[in-house]
């Protein structure tokens, strides 16, 4: 089965220092990686997902994620933080449905606080 | 451009009372549509999804239910609320197989059950 880990519960960081928001995953087969943040009182919000190609990854924001297939990781970075990224953080990974759709496992979600 | 509306945006029901929370989708055709619950502001439970009007799966057992009488509107039930059933629910969308299966969400509801 598809999962995810994201072993920090909150990372602290200083404004203007760069961020960097851990993901580790699980799965049969080639992954489809996904990051989103959460804002109080509000819904998700996609930020950025590798499927194939580049290691690299860029997204909304500034944001942008590494995969590393040896480490099967799928880390989430900035290179300067804003107080305004204060925000809960979820890695996810796609899953394939018997019916032929999607459902999303998502990790438990790491908290960011950007210091000013 | 799609746009996923869904309400009340807040409700307070008494334990025992029915529940109903609507969600709907513009902008696309023959969506996946999920409903979560996420307690104490963290992890998310996914509860139902539909691939298609009337084709409803249940991930975990529990005191709710969903329909999907229309292609782009999704709704979650209950007869009886607990108070187990508080949180807040969110509602999402993606494009059918084919796509890479990233979702969006709609605003979400806080429900309080007293």
């Known amino acids: ?116 | 451009s799609q746009t996923i509306h869904q309400w009340p945006a807040t409700l307070v029901q008494p334990v025992g009372s029915p529940l109903s929370l609507e969600c709907t989708v513009e902008g696309t055709s023959n969506p996946n549509l999920y409903w979560y619950r996420q307690a104490a502001g963290r992890g998310l439970q996914l509860l139902f999804y539909s691939v298609g009007i009337g084709q409803i799966s249940s991930e975990v057992p529990q005191n709710l239910s969903a329909s999907r009488p229309q292609d782009r509107q999704f709704i979650l039930s209950s007869k009886k609320l607990l108070l187990s059933d508080s949180g807040f629910y969110l509602c999402a969308w993606s494009v059918q197989s084919g796509g890479p299966g990233e979702q969006f969400f709609g605003p979400g509801t806080r429900l309080t059950v007293l």
């Open chain 1, 1 to 116: 089965a598809q999962s995810v880990a994201q072993p920090e519960d909150q990372v602290n960081v200083a404004e203007g220092n760069p961020l960097t928001v851990k993901c580790t995953y699980s799965v049969s087969g080639n992954p489809y990686l996904f990051w989103y943040v959460q804002y109080p009182n509000r819904g998700l919000q996609f930020l950025l997902k590798y499927i194939t190609g580049d290691n690299l990854v860029k997204g909304s924001y500034g944001f942008e994620a590494e995969f590393n297939k040896s480490q099967t990781s799928f880390h989430l970075k900035k290179p300067s933080a804003l107080v305004s990224d204060s925000a809960l953080y979820f890695c996810a990974v796609r899953d394939v449905l018997n019916t032929g759709g999607f459902k999303t496992i998502f990790g438990a979600g790491t908290r960011l606080f950007v210091k000013a």
